[in-house]
């Protein structure tokens, strides 16, 4: 089973940045898609960006520009650098690892990031 845990997050002010960490086990870490989603309270789970296995990014639309996903498959590991962070990117961020042709579907248990203005 894949675990994933999260790490990075805190309280930054408005205009400000912080990189976030996303940890997974196995061994087939390279096939892996990684996304990043936050949820703020009273919101649902919105997805942030995601990068596939080859490297190919996407991004919502409203952090474009100011978000970069990155992935170290060497070191199994899946980064969110954000920047020029706003009081409404206050939320918690969740790494999913996925990889649908071998079952793999796992999240962390999040990482709370708290932006002030």
């Known amino acids: 089973q894949v675990q994933v845990v999260e790490s990075g997050g805190g309280l930054v002010q408005f205009g400000g940045s912080l990189r976030l960490s996303c940890a997974a086990s196995?061994?087939?870490?390279?096939?892996?898609?990684v996304g990043w989603y936050r949820q703020a309270p009273g919101k649902q789970r919105e997805l942030v960006a995601h990068i596939a296995s080859g490297g190919s990014t996407n991004y919502a639309g409203s952090v474009q520009g100011r978000f970069a996903i990155s992935r170290d498959n060497a070191k199994k590991m899946g980064y969110l650098q954000m920047s020029s962070l706003k009081p409404e990117d206050t939320a918690v961020y969740y790494c999913?690892?996925?990889?649908?042709?071998?079952?793999?579907?796992?999240w962390g248990q999040g990482t709370q990031v708290t932006v002030s203005s």
């Open positions: 999913n690892v996925r990889w649908l042709g071998g079952g793999v579907d796992a």
């Open positions: 196995g061994t087939l870490f390279r096939l892996y898609t």
